[in-house]
């Protein structure tokens, strides 16, 4: 290289070692790299399937009793039954009761406010939540990719290297081997881990698009029926 012979051969052998020992430590910080983006990837995405799961009812049937359960009360002018109601612990985690004590909270209000207001809250207490886990898992599936072509390139530089300091002792096969196979494996690890999360990620995608729906169905039914009530009691 041109710089090369501006520098002292003493400088050119410290410029050696510190690119050697950099590119030693960047073999051992990638594979650390793609272990912790693997870690956070599935972390993520078994925190948001739990999540999706918890704010939803177990089936539709469970779904369907609790808005029957609300309609009758809220039929007989039970505002304060369904609030008990929602307050339940087995109900503390599902979105919908939430939902439903709020509106009952805020009944006063007119129907079309209390629809906006629940459309907010879902939005910031629940739906945002679930974006931002799922933006995680993006990233890592973004990421994984990344490093193990990282991984590639330093590996192709170590090999190349070897390469070209062996004009006069020889390759060495087993060095330059272990180079190219550093190469190919962060590549495969980075593959093998972007590919499950990106399928796990679409399955909870999918699993929250369901949610928002069963979400709209079941408070559009429910505050229905809270307009009916609020005509009744004359508010």
Do not use: H
Request: proline content about 3%; overall charge neutral; charged content about 20%.
């Amino acid at each position: 290289m041109v710089i090369n012979s501006f520098l002292s051969p003493g400088m050119q052998s410290l410029a050696q070692m510190n690119v050697t020992a950099i590119l030693t430590f960047a073999d051992s910080a990638i594979w650390v790299a793609i272990a912790l983006a693997a870690a956070v990837g599935f972390y993520c995405i078994v925190l948001l399937t739990r999540r999706v799961k918890q704010k939803g009812f177990p089936g539709q049937a469970a779904e369907q009793a609790f808005v029957d359960d609300v309609t009758e009360r809220l039929a007989k002018n039970d505002f304060d039954g369904v609030v008990q109601l929602c307050d339940t612990p087995e109900l503390w985690s599902r979105a919908v009761p939430q939902l439903v004590q709020i509106g009952m909270q805020n009944r006063e209000l007119p129907v079309k406010k209390i629809k906006q207001l629940l459309g907010q809250r879902f939005e910031r207490d629940i739906l945002a939540n679930l974006e931002n886990t799922a933006s995680w898992v993006a990233t890592m599936i973004k990421i994984a990719p990344m490093l193990g072509l990282l991984g590639t390139v330093v590996g192709m530089i170590n090999a190349f290297k070897k390469i070209a300091g062996a004009a006069d002792s020889g390759i060495d096969p087993a060095a330059l081997a272990g180079d190219i196979s550093f190469a190919l494996w962060t590549t495969a690890a980075g593959l093998a881990i972007a590919i499950p999360l990106l399928t796990m990620g679409a399955s909870a995608s999918v699993k929250m698009g369901k949610l928002q729906e069963s979400v709209r169905e079941s408070l559009s039914t429910i505050l229905d029926e809270l307009e009916a009530a609020k005509v009744r009691v004359g508010r």
